[in-house]
C-alpha cells in the first residue's frame, strides 16, 4: 500500500531537486558568503529545512496534476494511471493536503528560526501556483510548460531569496564576485529551464492521442507534430547557442581537461537531442527516448557545473 504513494511523487525527480539544493548552497553561496566572512542565516538545519520544504511541495504538485489528470492518464498510460488504480481520488486529495501543510509548517518554523519572511510566500506562492497550472494553466498553449519549467529552474534562487542580507553585502563589497554569482546562477536558469521545456513539450507529443481526447490545449494537439518538432528543434539551439556563451566566457579551451568534460557532458548530449528530433518518424517510441534523455542532459549539465565549481 505505501509504495504507491511512493510512487506517484516522482521519487526520482524529488532526489535530483535534493541533490541540486544541496550541491547550489555547499558549492556556490557558501562559499562565496564565506570567502568574503559575510554572514548567513542557512544553518544545516535550516537547509535541511529547506530541502524538505520544496521536496514535500513539488510532491503535492504532483499529486494534484495527476489527481486532475486521472481521465487523460487513463487514454495515454492506463496501466500505469496511479489516482483510481491504486490510490482512491479521495485518498490523493487527503494525501496533498497533508503534504502541503506539512511544507508550511516547516517554512513557518523556518521564518520563526531566521526571521526571514521570504521563506512563506515562496511556500505559499508555490502552492498557488502548482495548483492553477494543475487545474488551468497546463491546458493553456505554452504557458503551462513554460510555467512547470521556470519552477524547475528557479530551484536554487531559493536561497538568493533567503540571503537577501548576505547577497546585498556581497554585492556591496565585491561588485566583481556578486556578477560571477549571478552569471553561474542565471547560466543554470537558463540551461534548466530551455532543456526542461523542451522535455515538457515532448511529453505533450508523447500523450497527444490522450491530450486530444480529453480536449487539452497543448503545442502538439494545437499546432501539430511536425511543427512542434519544428519548435523544439529551434529551443535546442538556442540551448546549444547559450553553452557556447559559457565555453566563451570561460574560455574552457584553455584547460583542457574542463574543455572535454564540458564537450562530453554538456555540448554532446545537446547535439543527441537535436539529431534524435530531425527523425522524420512522429511516433510515441520517439517521445518516450528523447523525454528520457532530456531528463539525462539535465543531470549531466548538474554534474558539469558541479565539476566546474570544484575543479
Known amino acids: 500500500m505505501v509504495f504507491p504513494y511512493l510512487k506517484i511523487i516522482r521519487p526520482l525527480n ?4 535534493t541533490i541540486t539544493q544541496w550541491f547550489f548552497w555547499n558549492d556556490l553561496y557558501h562559499p562565496f558568503f564565506s570567502a568574503h566572512e559575510i554572514n548567513f542565516v542557512t544553518s544545516p538545519n535550516i537547509l535541511f529545512g529547506l530541502i524538505v520544504m520544496t521536496v514535500l511541495l513539488a510532491a503535492g504538485g504532483y499529486v494534484i496534476n495527476d489527481w486532475f489528470d486521472v481521465n487523460t492518464d487513463l487514454k495515454n498510460k492506463s496501466a500505469k494511471t496511479i489516482v483510481t488504480n491504486t490510490i482512491d481520488k479521495k485518498h490523493a486529495i487527503v494525501y496533498y493536503i497533508l503534504l502541503n501543510l506539512t511544507a508550511f509548517i516547516i517554512s513557518l518554523s523556518i521564518y520563526f528560526s531566521t526571521g526571514v519572511f521570504n521563506v512563506l510566500w515562496i511556500c505559499v506562492g508555490c502552492f498557488i501556483m502548482l495548483f492553477l497550472y494543475s487545474q488551468y494553466l497546463k491546458s493553456t498553449l505554452l504557458i503551462g510548460n513554460i510555467i512547470v519549467s521556470f519552477f524547475l529552474c528557479m530551484v536554487p534562487f531559493l536561497f538568493f531569496f533567503m540571503e537577501t542580507s548576505a547577497i ?3 554585492r556591496t563589497e565585491t561588485i566583481s564576485e556578486f556578477r560571477h554569482l549571478i552569471f553561474i546562477l542565471f547560466s543554470f536558469v537558463i540551461f534548466a529551464f530551455l532543456s526542461n521545456l523542451i522535455r515538457e513539450i515532448i511529453k ?3 500523450d497527444m ?3 486530444k481526447s480529453t480536449g487539452l490545449n ?3 494537439t494545437n499546432k501539430g507534430l511536425k511543427k512542434t518538432d519544428q519548435l523544439n528543434i529551434a529551443l535546442t539551439i538556442i540551448l546549444f547557442l547559450a553553452s557556447l556563451i559559457w565555453l566563451v566566457q570561460f574560455q574552457l579551451w584553455k584547460t583542457i581537461i574542463e574543455f572535454t568534460i564540458f564537450v562530453l557532458l554538456v555540448i554532446f548530449p545537446i547535439l543527441f537531442v537535436f539529431w534524435k528530433l530531425q527523425n522524420p518518424q512522429r511516433i510515441k517510441a520517439k517521445y518516450s527516448f528523447l523525454s528520457k534523455q532530456l531528463k539525462i542532459t539535465m543531470a549531466l549539465g ?3 557545473l558541479f565539476i566546474h565549481l570544484n575543479f
Open 14 to 17: 524529488l532526489l535530483i531537486i
Open 168 to 170: 546585498s553585502i556581497l
Open 204 to 206: 505533450d507529443c508523447e
Open 209 to 211: 492521442e490522450g491530450d
Open 218 to 220: 497543448t503545442f502538439a
Open 302 to 304: 548538474i554534474l558539469y
